[in-house]
């Protein structure tokens, strides 16, 4: 097959295939910037949706709950398996109140060591899970505060005062403690119905 040859020298038939291979890196580059841009995409829309769904603090003025009573579980890994222990169940509160503006449901068992459930309340609710000992046991300090893994709260009004009914309805799982024997996860769940009288 004859080679034509342009006045330089340059053959026309390497010039094409120099250009051929252009185009298809470019098509390439863009394919895969194109599906990375896809999986970022993705990625973020999902971290999204697990966020959303992991923290639900809702007012839903038409919730009505008979009672107060909170069930504890303890979510703990004892060789390799998952096990559900379920501990004291609240049907009373401990303590109340009001404090710069915040309003503050706690739920504890007196004893040498245990947990705390705390409701803060202002715009929004606010669970938190307290550790407390009678010794320094969480690195020199004698309470631990755990984030949430997952939270799910309903209540019947976003603000409340002295004689308004708190009703709640709530689901809410910490990490994992891993200072403990098998990392356990502490899950509160139930109802709350508490006439405010401070």
């Known amino acids: 097959m004859p080679t034509y040859e342009n006045p330089r020298g340059f053959s026309i038939r390497f010039v094409f295939a120099n250009l051929v291979a252009e185009t298809r890196n470019e098509i390439i580059h863009k394919h895969v910037g194109n599906n990375m841009k896809k999986q970022i995409l993705l990625i973020l829309f999902g971290l999204t949706l697990t966020l959303l769904n992991a923290q639900k603090n809702i007012i839903d003025s038409t919730l009505i709950t008979k009672t107060t009573f909170i069930e504890t579980i303890n979510h703990s890994t ?58 320094p046991a969480f690195n020199g300090k004698y309470f631990k505060s755990l984030e949430f893994e997952h939270l799910e709260i309903i209540a019947n009004k976003k603000n409340y005062k002295s004689g308004d009914t708190i009703m709640i309805k709530l689901k809410c799982i910490s990490k994992q403690h891993k200072g403990h024997i098998g990392h356990p996860k502490f899950e509160y769940k139930g109802t709350i119905k508490h006439i405010l009288k401070n």
Do not use: C, H
Request: positive net charge.
């Open 78 to 135: 004892i060789d390799g398996k998952l096990i559900k222990l379920k501990g004291y169940n609240y049907n009373s509160i401990y303590n109340q109140k009001y404090s710069n503006d915040t309003l503050t449901l706690m739920f504890a068992r007196k004893g040498l060591g245990s947990q705390i459930f705390k409701l803060n309340i202002t715009d929004t609710i606010v669970p938190e899970i307290i550790l407390w000992s009678d010794y």
